[in-house]
């Protein structure tokens, strides 16, 4: 090589020729963009899917700093119950199938790629109304430590109202 510079000794030991460390995601925006990250990887997550057909499965993918990931599946006529995250965000993602998402301004569903984001104490309902199973990706930060059931006592037009249980 014909070149008047040469480095001695080893250039990735200087700390500013290194790449920048991997950043972890801090914003809304980023945690949907790692979930889509790692829906697009169906390798890394398609052989852990297990359905049953007494309780929902979930398995914890992965944990970061102050966050977990989180796959679950759903055969039909599953659901969540009415419930929030606690002090938790967190970001839906449906990989498969179709769930639908029930609030109090009514359902919603949620098909394959759908994703939904949501604050602390935000209350909801996740349910495979459909007649095939599904698999979400779920990603909570902080992580989850809690999760608030409610009863739904009434529903009128798209008022729901609802009442810790």
Avoid: K
Wanted: aromatic share 8%.
């Amino acid at each position: 090589m014909n070149s008047d510079v040469q480095i001695a000794g080893d250039p990735l030991a200087i700390p500013h020729l290194l790449p920048p460390a991997p950043v972890h995601p801090a914003t809304v925006a980023e945690f949907a963009g790692l979930a889509r990250t790692i829906a697009a990887d169906r390798a890394n997550w398609a052989h852990l899917i297990e359905y049953d057909a007494t309780t929902r499965w979930y398995h914890r993918l992965r944990t970061g700093p102050g966050y977990e990931v989180w796959l679950l599946s759903w055969v039909p006529g599953q659901g969540s119950g009415m419930h929030d995250h606690g002090r938790s965000s967190g970001v839906l993602t449906v990989l498969e199938g179709e769930l639908t998402e029930r609030t109090a301004r009514g359902d919603r569903a949620l098909g394959s790629g759908a994703q939904r984001v949501f604050a602390p104490g935000y209350v909801h309902e996740v349910v495979n109304d459909a007649l095939t199973p599904a698999v979400s990706l779920h990603i909570y930060f902080p992580g989850l430590t809690e999760m608030t059931m409610h009863t739904a006592q009434c529903r009128t037009g798209d008022a729901l109202e609802n009442v810790p249980a």
